[in-house]
Structure formats: structure tokens, C-alpha cells
């Protein structure tokens, strides 16, 4: 398949995330039963999604995770910023996973330390869109939305950063590369042939406005995977 995004015809879009049907948050303070334990960071599990893999393992809502695959998560430090990216690895290195590996999880649940082994499964294209949007462009979509509408920046995407970036909440993906994007079905095959490619400094996106303005971004950054 070619495709005005690909110099060569394009990968089958094929690839997917990891997912285990879970959602992390910072943790702020720990308790004291998580210090007594000796830990001294975590992520606490923010949602559990029925009849997923963290769900069918047992992972509950406010479980606080202090390791993952054997690696405690004290090193990260404390602090807001500390704190963002301990939760940026974790999502990373789940997202990171093939389907069918397993995520082993250590978590403290009230004076209890728990082991979890969850199976990783593919991330369904409905979130597959939502997770590559954040991953490459730092859009933070609304999953409640069929349109693209951007409900926040990944703070620490590059485009967080860039003049005018107030101007993206709540704007509607429009095109990328001068694409046509409609929905987040047009824009799912797009960020995933924009994955499966490489890395690029930047691409084209358009975006409409909540005001009904038109905005292209010639040189829209591109995360690093």
C-alpha cells in the first residue's frame, strides 16, 4: 500500500500497543504501609477496565504499584516532575510490550505486597488511535469523542512547549500531511503508518479551532517512540 506519508509502499498496519486494560496516576505521599514495606515511590491504578487482562489478574482501583518487571520504582525520586515521568516509563513500558509477554507487577494493597503476572494483550484500534496520538504527536484525544478533539497535551510532548499551544484544547484533528481527517477511524491508519515508518521531525497537521479557525501546523514535532 502507498501512501503520501511513505516514500516506499507502506507496512501492512498491522502493529499494536501493549495494553493490560489498566489506568496509572501519580501517587503524591505514600502511606505509611506502603514506607513500612520500604518503598518510597509508586503509581497508584487510577481505573481498572472490566474484562481485561489487569482485571482478569485481580489488579484492583488504588492498588499501589512499586514495581514493575522486577524494577522498583524508588530510583525516580519524588515530586511533581519526578512523579510524570515514573508514570511516563511505566505507560511506556507497557505500550512496549508484545502481545501474549506478561507484565509482572509488585503492589501494595493496605498492608499487603501483592505479585501480579498479566498477560499482555493488543490495544483494540479504537485506543490503539487514542494511545498514538499521545505517543507521536502529544494529543491527548477524547475517547468519549468519535472526532479527534484534543482534550489536552502530554505535558511532556515537545508541542507542550511550542507558542500557542492554548490554542489546540478542544480543536479538531483536521488532516495530517495534508491528508483529510474526519473521525478518528481517518486518523487511526495515518499515526500508525507514521509509526510504522520511522521518526520524523516534524509533520503537517491541520487542526479546526474551537472558535471554527482554521490552524496548519507546518512543522508539527513529532515524539520519539
Do not use: W
Request: aromatic share 4%; glycine share 8%.
Amino acid at each position: 500500500m502507498t501512501s503520501p506519508l511513505c516514500s516506499r509502499p507502506c507496512a501492512p498496519a498491522t502493529a499494536r500497543s501493549g495494553q493490560v486494560g489498566a489506568e496509572v496516576a501519580p501517587y503524591g505521599e505514600l502511606d505509611d504501609d506502603a514506607r513500612a514495606l520500604g518503598y518510597q515511590n509508586g503509581l497508584r491504578v487510577s481505573r481498572v477496565l472490566p474484562g481485561r487482562p489487569a482485571d482478569a489478574a485481580g489488579l484492583r482501583k488504588d492498588d499501589l504499584i512499586v514495581e514493575a518487571q522486577g524494577q522498583r520504582f524508588d530510583s525516580f525520586g519524588t515530586g511533581p516532575e519526578a512523579q510524570l515521568r515514573l508514570a511516563n516509563h511505566f505507560v511506556s513500558t507497557v505500550r512496549g510490550l508484545l502481545p501474549g509477554e506478561v507484565l509482572n507487577l509488585t503492589v501494595v494493597r493496605g498492608k499487603d505486597r501483592l505479585s501480579f503476572n498479566i498477560p499482555v494483550a493488543a490495544a483494540p484500534p479504537d485506543q490503539q488511535v487514542l494511545i498514538d496520538a499521545d505517543a507521536l504527536l502529544g494529543l491527548r484525544l477524547d475517547e468519549s469523542r468519535r472526532e479527534p478533539i484534543v482534550k489536552d497535551l502530554r505535558p511532556d510532548a515537545p508541542i507542550s512547549r511550542s507558542r500557542g499551544r492554548e490554542l489546540l484544547r478542544n480543536a479538531r484533528v483536521s488532516e495530517i500531511a495534508g491528508i483529510p481527517v474526519e473521525s478518528r477511524d481517518d486518523l487511526g491508519p495515518l499515526l500508525t503508518e507514521l509509526r510504522q515508518i520511522g521518526r520524523f521531525a516534524a509533520v503537517q497537521v491541520g487542526f479546526v479551532l474551537a472558535d471554527g479557525r482554521a490552524l496548519r501546523v507546518r512543522d508539527f514535532p513529532v515524539s520519539p517512540d
